[in-house]
């Protein structure tokens, strides 16, 4: 089992940054594929980024690619997701996941644990 805490979202202007984290607890964390995914309201919850155990790989939407950095520190079982250039339609619910398999995955049905979620609200 692997429990997962986020933190760090909060209201920004456009344009602004953020960097949420996501505290994890339980065994092996560092065998785990770590995602972020988010949800609007009224929307299906969506794939934002990867990376895998090592923290060698990552896989990014193309809606945040060269805008958000996704990175892990197997040390201190947290995963980070740093978010610049925010934008209005960045605005919604993230959550990070865990996933035991080896292999980068973006579907959000392969992820196992799941955080409760820490809102970003991006004001234009």
């Known amino acids: 089992q692997v429990q997962l805490v986020e933190s760090g979202g909060g209201l920004v202007q456009a344009g602004g940054s953020l960097r949420l984290s996501c505290a994890a607890s339980?065994?092996?964390?560092?065998?785990?594929?770590m995602g972020w995914f988010r949800q609007a309201p009224g929307k299906e919850r969506e794939f934002v980024a990867a990376?895998?155990?090592?923290?060698?790989?990552?896989t990014y939407a193309d809606s945040v690619k060269g805008r958000f950095t996704i990175s892990r520190d197997n040390a201190k079982n947290t995963v980070y997701l740093q978010m610049n250039n925010l934008k209005p339609e960045d605005t919604a619910v993230y959550y990070c996941?865990?996933?035991?398999?080896?292999?980068?995955?973006?579907?959000?049905?392969?992820?196992?644990?799941w955080g409760q979620g820490t809102q970003v609200t991006v004001s234009s």
């Open positions: 990376i895998s155990w090592s923290g060698g790989s990552t």
């Open positions: 339980g065994r092996a964390f560092s065998m785990y594929v």
């Open positions: 996941a865990a996933d035991p398999r080896v292999v980068m995955t973006k579907r959000k049905s392969d992820y196992d644990y």
